[in-house]
């Protein structure tokens, strides 16, 4: 089990396409950058929901995930989804891909503050 707090960005990326559905791999020429294909038929794009608003934001709005800064006087974003899980980042990508894999891989994660 792993500690959600100490992923980096990329695995956390993996985990969310992985809760998510969504094949990712790394191209010939990756350069550690995950991509997927959106859509039978077109190109590989980067995938990276922890930074990218394209494709975190939705996933924010999908999910209901409910966000705020210093929540109990934390300086980080909270992330807040429903049953029960807080969780913070440093920024708002962060803080809700972490919510949201806690919630649809709770066997695979542990939450620590």
């Known amino acids: 089990m792993e500690n959600i707090n100490h992923l980096s960005s990329v695995k956390l990326d993996i985990l969310v396409a992985e809760?998510?559905?969504i094949d990712v791999f790394y191209p010939d020429?990756?350069?550690n950058k995950l991509s997927y294909v959106a859509r039978a038929g077109m190109a590989p794009r980067e995938w990276?929901?922890?930074?990218?608003?394209?494709?975190g934001g939705p996933l924010i709005e999908q999910h209901k995930i409910d966000l705020n800064w210093g929540w109990e006087e934390m300086a980080e974003w909270t992330?807040?989804?429903e049953p029960n899980i807080n969780i913070q980042g440093t920024t708002v990508l962060e803080a809700a891909m972490r919510a949201l894999v806690c919630l649809k891989l709770p066997?695979?994660?542990?939450?620590?503050l």
Do not use: L, M, T, Y
């Not at 990276?48 to 494709?55: D, L």
């Not at 066997?107 to 620590?112: A, E």
């Open 29 to 31: 020429n990756h350069n």
């Open 107 to 112: 066997d695979f994660v542990k939450i620590s």
């Open 19 to 21: 809760a998510i559905g």
């Open 48 to 55: 990276a929901p922890s930074r990218f608003w394209s494709q």
């Open 79 to 81: 992330a807040s989804i």
